[in-house]
């Protein structure tokens, strides 16, 4: 066991035994061998903690904590009193990461003095999609609202290399229990705290989705994102960074409720959450869906508020579906559709 190790790698593992051992591989290998691994069983059934315990026996920086089932964010912070790393990071068992990732990210965050390191991953869907590049207009190391904005959209526990102090210090911890998008809360307390953000525009991380996976299950338990967005507006109206990150904050909200709805929401329990969000949403909310520009609100979006929010009613529903068929589909503007079905025409 490492007594002071530079890096803290933490693992929330339940119940995957079919790809724990190439995670643990890519953590064990790393280059950077002055590191500590916590891996909390949590509750696993399958053959994960017989897997745990063989990789312990082959190497001592690995520490295994056993508790009852509690989700993984749970399972994320019950590591937080074993972190004895300078920096701490969270890789998913299901996943795995370049053997330099932690050389790299130390590296840059140990020349940029910064709270925290964001970094790219492959997702591996069909086909492999690369999470975006960093935007080039805004500078290496963020330092105030203004210039952070392009991180909302990466707050996955993976993509963020922490400074323990900063992690600590700040009581930046998961949302409890067993829900899904339980790091969004925390990705959005870290940003909006941080004095200095680093960004690493390499492909570091691999993220593999599955249909085991805890974040691609398809359950009434996807009716909980709204009420992590409320939780994160109350941080941040409690740090007082609200007022700096309104729109962005609302913009995201409104996007990624929407997003759930087409995406994760079961047809089951649509009409539960669209009603939830309805419950939800705020004056301040409506007003914005309505006027914001379509940067902040794609046209699709807004229709969508104005469908479940009952104002025009059944006019904003043909434009929401249509709008979905059309656009989310073909991918193509109005005039795009009209060149190709000309085309189409003239080739017989």
Not at 32 to 45: H, K
Not at 183 to 208: E, M, P, Q, S
Not at 283 to 303: G, M, S, V
Request: glycine share 4%; net charge positive.
């Amino acid at each position: 066991m490492i007594q002071t190790p530079k890096v803290t790698i933490i693992l929330p593992v339940y119940n995957v035994e079919e790809y724990l051992r190439q995670c643990l591989d890519s953590v064990m290998n790393q280059t950077m061998r002055d590191i500590q691994i916590i891996c909390v069983n949590d509750g696993s059934t399958d053959g994960s903690p017989a897997i745990l315990e063989a990789y312990a026996a082959k190497d001592t920086r690995i520490e295994i904590i056993h508790q009852e089932n509690q989700g993984g964010g749970s399972a994320r912070n019950a590591a937080y009193p074993h972190i004895r790393g300078k920096y701490a990071y969270f890789v998913d068992p299901d996943d795995w990461i370049e053997l330099d990732l932690c050389q790299q990210c130390w590296d840059k965050a140990e020349k940029t003095e910064a709270d925290m390191v964001v970094l790219r991953a492959v997702k591996y869907r069909s086909p492999p999609v690369h999470s975006p590049p960093f935007d080039s207009s805004q500078p290496e190391v963020r330092r105030f609202p203004g210039e952070k904005h392009d991180l909302f959209g990466r707050g996955e526990a993976w993509n963020r290399f922490w400074l323990t102090d900063f992690l600590l210090s700040n009581n930046i911890r998961f949302s409890e229990g067993k829900r899904p998008y339980n790091d969004v809360f925390a990705a959005w307390k870290g940003i909006v705290l941080a004095n200095r953000i680093a960004t690493i525009d390499n492909l570091l991380y691999h993220y593999r989705v599955h249909q085991a996976s805890y974040q691609q299950t398809i359950n009434k338990k996807h009716l909980i994102v709204v009420k992590t967005f409320l939780e994160v507006e109350t941080m941040l109206h409690e740090t007082g960074q609200y007022d700096s990150y309104r729109n962005i904050f609302i913009s995201r909200k409104l996007n990624f409720w929407h997003d759930r709805y087409y995406y994760a929401i079961p047809v089951s329990v649509r009409n539960r959450y669209t009603a939830i969000i309805r419950e939800s949403l705020s004056t301040e909310d409506r007003e914005f869906y309505r006027t914001a520009p379509k940067e902040l609100i794609p046209r699709h979006i807004r229709w969508f508020y104005e469908m479940i929010d009952g104002s025009p009613g059944l006019v904003a529903t043909v434009k929401y579906y249509i709008s979905l068929v059309i656009f989310g589909i073909t991918k193509k503007s109005p005039r795009q559709i009209f060149r190709w079905f000309i085309k189409r025409i003239k080739n017989g």
